[in-house]
């Protein structure tokens, strides 16, 4: 079978992975408005995706019809998934480095080492 309409779909703008960008963007968007968002850019659209087959998965949200036959896939956490936010002593070690260029990259990061500063004249209790 051949898998370039697939690789398209994918890899194309306003494609799978193009879409799952945007969304991730985007600070109110959830997992409805990604599924959504595929739906109506691929479905009918793009030959390879088409609508969950109920009897594999009862929580799919689309399918890819490809050379493993047709895979239902859900989408529930990959916005989240796709964030990947740097741990914050990854950034520390970063700003801590020997290497110039990495202190300049991360110098704006606040990591663990720099935490949000609390309002002055407020008193602890």
């Known amino acids: 079978m051949d898998l370039q309409a697939c690789i398209v779909m994918f890899e194309k703008p306003m494609g799978v992975w193009a879409i799952i960008e945007e969304e991730s963007l985007f600070p109110k968007a959830t997992d409805k408005s990604l599924e959504d968002k595929l739906k109506s850019s691929l479905l009918g659209k793009a030959p ?14 689309f399918a890819v ?5 047709t895979v239902s896939y859900n989408v529930t956490g990959w916005l989240e998934k796709n964030k990947d936010p740097v741990n914050d002593t990854v950034v520390d070690n970063m700003k801590k480095s020997s290497c110039k260029l990495l202190n300049h990259l991360w110098r704006e990061h606040p990591g663990q080492s720099n935490p ?10």
């Open 48 to 61: 390879p995706f088409a609508k969950p087959q109920s009897k594999t998965d009862k929580n799919a949200h």
């Open 65 to 69: 019809i490809h050379y493993a036959g």
């Open 116 to 125: 949000p500063e609390e309002k002055k004249g407020k008193k602890k209790k």
